[in-house]
């Protein structure tokens, strides 16, 4: 049922041990492990929906790296470009719910296998036949090394004439704005596509434009950049290309799990561009796939299948029978 | 605390082991084992408030079969004419919380001992003394066997001067609409009480009917129907008769879990025909009853104790000690 | 990290081992065990947000007991005052899920080692540096030996010139409210600062007062009573003196279990007091510190640190990363 | 599938909640609510077997109550002679695996529904047509009344011309064992057959017999006692009789929990009785019986069906498919 | 980290969902989810220990039939050869610890997508470059189509000149001794290589052959067989070929779970062959993998990656830190 | 209960979150949190047996380091000396059962607070009054920083006249033996007590000693080494002085899980010394408490109080009623 066909789409970066927990971690007691990547959910969440996605990255060789390795060929995400690092345990992270919907993160991920990525683990070989590259700024957060692998995966698209996308998921705990700032901006204008929430768009965009419209306009000038798509939490997305604007409200969906949410949204949205649909069944689509990540738990593991995608459009409470 | 007394309700069907997933089947895990069948729902709806109900069904005669019948003696439900069926391993079904609050559904029940019922399992002698008899389409749609079966529960409790009480319960992954209507609108004819959904009340109604109001006027006339109960989900619920007609909105309670709701509402229906209270009352206590079935997990556990009805009176995050 | 220094507060009362249940207790299946007692509970809160608190009261020479003061002990609360009675059990709830978000408690503290303390466990050396004593009505209820502590206790606060605050809390399954009354009318006299709901309030006010201003301007007067904490539910909470009413609503948060709210309430409370806050803040810190127990499961498990105070103000459905 | 036909054998006595942790109780965590009784554990062991059983006891009108009736009704033992004491609570018991195999009991059963059994409930009508009647130490333990009950039920079994059993289950907790003696003495004279462990069976024998042998000698001369039911533990059982005596060694089966071994082996004694089996078949099925209560979780839970008795003669390690 | 590669191994069979309780299933309660075929088991211990397998059959189009696939391919095994029956659900079977170390395993894979499977499944370019084809008696018991299948699946090895091994596995569930014997007789000559309990060795060998000795006799004389591995449980295993026998004594291992030993022994001996060993290294390695599938939980997933191998070297009890 | 006394016995290193998987971490799912460390370990085995025990280390200032506090806290080990680093993490370890009674560590404490822990951390005032210091051979481990706190600790306990008690404690995953006994042979000569499992005495030992009663009686010429305990695993353990020698065999006991056995028989080491006991009964209480180790899950959950000592002579498989 896998084929060893080239990929539709390539992505890059560190893919960790999740492990939740069910109440306060002062507490002790159970936890539920996982594994989740930014650049590995949108990779499931578009092998999900029918598409070839390839994840290249470093595990340690030991039980959680296998883990991730496991978690990701479930999925058919091809592996192909994925490495095992001898010298470096697999990064980890606890994930509490602290109170109510406020999820608390602390990383395990310093000296980590998946930090240690570098511009020798993206063999151009990998890009062959792809036809986008999906990156984040989580990734050039790591090190320079991850930087420099974010940069010449970049490079090596652009040679291929593949569709570039980045998606600019600031972590604070990884570095700071002024940081990101500096090393986003000029990425930004090396990426076709610039995923980014309202929040984040003033890393990514020229520093003296001060609203979200300038910031988009800056964005759209000068650089590769087509189109950029702003996330708005609870006011939904647009879609911005040098044509106008698509909008559309977030869908109504009982909450489960907010994490994951961003990433599905780019899975949905680059799902749409290798469908070639117009820039409103794109956003659309992404809102939808967004909004499984919200209404199940974990990162992933409720993405939709493509003859699910219809099945918000049930009312609530329902059941299939 | 139980007697030999004769029930005054009885029912037929097929009830099923069910095991419920707490994330995504695909995923693997754990999952919970009970079990549930509309018309076992609406006995333990009766046997909670202080009814006798009886139950007539088949399971396999094997540990599934013995949790079914478990299930329903811990309930007071009588059994005395379920049967082991050698033959034919009790059919059980998947549930998934699919996505927020939508559950899918997978039935293992092909062949299944309960979908073997016949006529020659509804002895008259079953019916002594009972003062209602309860079907519903799911039992018509589960094959030739079965649906025969309801009409000699149906025929029977004529013969004894019971009242007949039909709850559609459409299930389309068991027959068409076409199907279930051919079935449907002649048994409905021979029932004193029709329930179902607004969306089902077509399969009962003449054809011609279009609307809610005429589906039950259609109802209400030439057949024994005098009273008609529609379910109408977030809008509550109404009870015709040919006096006319009482609504009840909906009870405000926090969701838990909306499956078992409508046999829940019949059973607070019927025990208010047991008790003989008049339309309003009898709306208003299968309204209680089946909020009581949203507002906690399962499809019949958390059922209300008669001297429970009151508790949904009071203020929600309430504490009682 | 803890030091042998002079508690801030000094408390007393029944802490319990509570088991609660996931599902119908009728069904069986799985529970969680902890402790909780009104008291602890604001020791607890006290200790987390930085201050030193004692708590006085028995156990029984058992696991439980022992689970009860581990518990404690872990969470800072000063357990120097309390005592193994060697000729009781520990005292037990279980806590029920019952519908929606309605618990249903049931006891089984009768003969209890909480509820055999006496005036001989409240050793004035006990309170010796403290400056706030804090009772509940629910030591009150116990019976003629725990009133005797509590009496005992608000003496030698006032000898010590020690701030004493209560808390009516009602239990009617302990005692009714006539009894309440006829307790709590004195006993609030002697307390510099008195908290209750509006429910609550006319079991320590004057007879004759009719409404919440009526009450309040009765406590406010004749007695030591200098002020008046209100907890009003959805509507938030006031705090009346002499000088005025403050109030404030009640935060927005997702409901996870309501229990424990009040007593994170009065913690918040008694805090602010310590730090010498002004009224209007001083009701802030409490309403914060009762919203983190309303958003978190269980009793006191949930109460914020200092630091977390500032939580809240982050958008429902963030992750901190 | 149940009947209103009479009980073959009617027992008495306390039945109760067991909240079973899965580790130390000081630490908090999980548990686990099932129900147990001795007498009833011995009903549903009989149920099992295909023979109809009846208990005769009282629970409080609470959760715990229901989920007692619920556990007896689900195993077709008969609650007709159950009683529902709205004065008093239902009682319960926590289990804890302490170290390896070794299991602590708490009790709290003081001032329990179960414990105000009285002679007043065993109706000779709750005998008529039974063939045994089995009675146990513990419930002669609970208090004078429960006492008055057992001498009740025995008095009713002999004029009924019913065979009456014993099992003398010293609880240390309950009575010490002079006390225990002072009773049980005279109580197993008017019993037909003995059930003991080695250690017990001084609490029943003449004092002045010293060995097994002696005690048994004493047993089955003066009274009534005709047969003699001694458990070695890992030794295996005898079976004592005016005609000699038969031994069984020990089944082996890995031991998954002992509880309720005891209960277990009285079952498939009285079921041998009732089968009219020989000495050593009665013993070597009451050996049966009780392996599968060693082999499995819970005091009755695992507890055969007549089918499954020849299970144990199957490999260890061995997958029925 | 996979590659398109070809095969190692090409396994056939029905892969099913598991559902394992912990307890009695009448009881309901909790349950896991996970997957097992004996022949997938063996594809997934080749796998692990860094062979190329391909597995081969049917799973509905549903979710159970997703987790199939997902938890292949997380294993690495290859299901290039896996189709989707959308006319059939998914196979799934119980699995109910009994007592002690019993299991107790109940089927619903009647008219499941396994049990489709057919020989078009069966495409010889499926086998290209492979070296070995594995087949099992369970395939064969499924129905005329699947044993098509395997029949089809043999003749396209032999005219590969691929070797062949076939696992007796008699599933007395699904079909007689009799039934097996006249099929796995004629196609045990057609193995290089059969696989046998020395209860199921009569199935293959010749019906005249009366000892152990007599049946490897058969199966090594006639046909292509030139290697019959016998498990003997406790007693170990030997390994038949024209040269000679060798036998090697169970390992030592705290027992957790036996089934999927014999898969686990088979996938030991098949990469013994892969790498080229000598029928006792090959034994030895066979009875080790088996002893990692007896001493863990889970059909497949204890079994070892190949630097594991020596772990059951180490003293039991043993920490690895 | 707890007061500010001085500590009976004084210990220091690292103590981390375990995060304890219930299968392969492979596979993902389920684990358990708890805290563990060597040295705070035998504080907690004190403080069950009623001493007083200090507990010297550096946790992070973040969830788990408050999970060990709250821990330590929890079981009266006095944590005065214990601080939190706000520049490193607490340190974590995952605890797999890989097969039978193996068990599998990987650590996750490079950079962690605990290995920060240096020579400033061990003012001379938390050893005032105290009788015993006890160090590890795992501190050691850690870095020089680590070490040199032990040996500062050492030097101001023989200022003050404490015995010093040193377990070896090797963990080849920390350092190897070669750099192991370079540091730990001259530690030797330093401590009064030493212990060790046989493997471990080479590396406390003088080199050229060759057999364990020679690396004993190396230990005991020389240095200030009094005593040493040599722990033999299955074959019990040993205590050696220049009177001689005592052995004790290992207790019967089920194994539950044999980490923290070694730090459980050092407490009882402690413990009898503490208690003035003589060589033969201060071995054999070591052995006890360590019994309880390996006989309950957790590394010192299960450890006994000073009334449970003897529940090891209650036959296996007792009930505690």
Redesign the interface.
């Known amino acids: 049922?896998?084929?060893?066909a080239a990929p539709d789409v390539v992505t890059l970066g560190e893919t960790m041990a999740v492990?939740r927990?069910f109440?306060?971690?002062?507490?002790?007691?159970?936890?539920?492990?996982?594994?989740a990547g930014a650049e590995s959910n949108v990779a499931v969440g578009l092998t999900r929906l029918g598409h070839r996605a390839r994840w290249i990255g470093r595990v340690g060789d030991?039980?959680?790296g296998?883990?991730v390795?496991?978690?990701l060929?479930?999925?058919?995400v091809d592996?192909?470009g994925?490495?095992?690092d001898p010298e470096a345990?697999t990064g980890?992270?606890?994930s509490?719910p602290?109170?109510?919907?406020?999820?608390?993160?602390?990383?395990?991920r310093?000296?980590s296998a998946g930090s240690r990525l570098g511009p020798e683990d993206v063999a151009p070989a990998l890009l062959d036949g792809a036809r986008i590259l999906h990156v984040s700024g989580i990734t050039c957060a790591l090190g320079p090394r991850p930087l420099a692998a974010v940069r010449a995966a970049v490079r090596a698209a652009h040679a291929a004439g593949m569709l570039v996308s980045l998606d600019v998921n600031h972590?604070?705990?990884l570095w700071s704005s002024t940081e990101a700032a500096a090393v986003l901006r000029p990425l930004a204008r090396e990426a076709d596509l610039v995923i980014a929430s309202d929040d984040e768009l003033a890393l990514a965009a020229a520093p003296r434009a001060r609203t979200v419209a300038d910031r988009v306009r800056s964005l759209l000038s000068g650089g590769r950049t087509r189109e950029v798509a702003v996330k708005l939490?609870g006011d939904g997305a647009e879609l911005h290309t040098a044509e106008g604007r698509d909008h559309t409200p977030a869908r109504r969906?009982?909450?489960?799990d907010?994490?994951g949410a961003g990433d599905a949204f780019t899975a949905g949205l680059l799902s749409g561009v290798l469908d070639g649909l117009g820039t409103r069944e794109r956003l659309e689509r992404a809102n939808t796939v967004g909004a499984?990540a919200v209404?199940?738990?974990?990162d992933w593991?409720?993405l939709?299948e493509r003859r699910?995608l219809a099945?918000?459009d049930?009312?609530?409470?329902?059941?299939?029978?």
């Open positions: 049922m896998s084929t060893g492990f927990s109440g306060p971690l002062r507490m002790g007691g159970d936890l539920r492990l996982s594994v030991d039980e959680l296998t883990l390795l496991r978690s060929r479930a999925e058919s592996t192909t994925a490495r095992r345990p980890l992270l606890l509490e602290r109170i109510a919907d406020l999820t608390r993160i602390q990383y395990y310093t000296g972590r604070p705990r939490g969906v009982a909450v489960r907010t994490v499984f209404g199940s738990e974990g593991q409720g939709p699910e099945l918000l049930r009312e609530d409470g329902a059941t299939l029978r």
